[in-house]
Nanobody
Framework: QVQLVESGGGLVQAGGSVRLSCSASGRTFSIYSMGWFRQAPGKEREIVATIRWSGVSPYYTDSVKGRFTISRDNAKNTVSLQMNSLKPEDTAVYYC?????????????????WGQGTQVTVSS
């Protein structure tokens, strides 16, 4: 089993920045990639950014390209999401996720482990 614990988030004004971190523990050697999903009220949970444990070629959904940066620290078993130039439409609960499948990104059903979620609210 793998446990994921998120930190960061909160309330920020539009144009501001927030950094999310996700700490993994347990059988982390089984993880192929990790990433961040988000779910806004009344909407489906969507993928935001993912990164292989190797760090090669991260994936970003189009709406966050150029604004968000995902990174990993293998020594600390953490994955972070730096979110800049935030917009009100970025408001959501952000979830850290990890998969054992050899994929960079995919549907939420392919992710084996999930964090509890952290709220990010961007005010206009």
């Amino acid at each position: 089993q793998v446990q994921l614990v998120e930190s960061g988030g909160g309330l920020v004004q539009a144009g501001g920045s927030v950094r999310l971190s996700c700490s993994a523990s347990g059988r982390t050697f089984s993880i192929y990639s990790m990433g961040w999903f988000r779910q806004a009220p009344g909407k489906e949970r969507e993928i935001v950014a993912t990164i292989r444990w190797s760090g090669v070629s991260p994936y970003y959904t189009d709406s966050v390209k150029g604004r968000f940066t995902i990174s990993r620290d293998n020594a600390k078993n953490t994955v972070s999401l730096q979110m800049n130039s935030l917009k009100p439409e970025d408001t959501a609960v952000y979830y850290c996720a990890a998969t054992r499948a050899a994929i960079l990104f995919g549907s939420r059903s392919l992710y084996d482990y999930w964090g509890q979620g952290t709220q990010v609210t961007v005010s206009s």
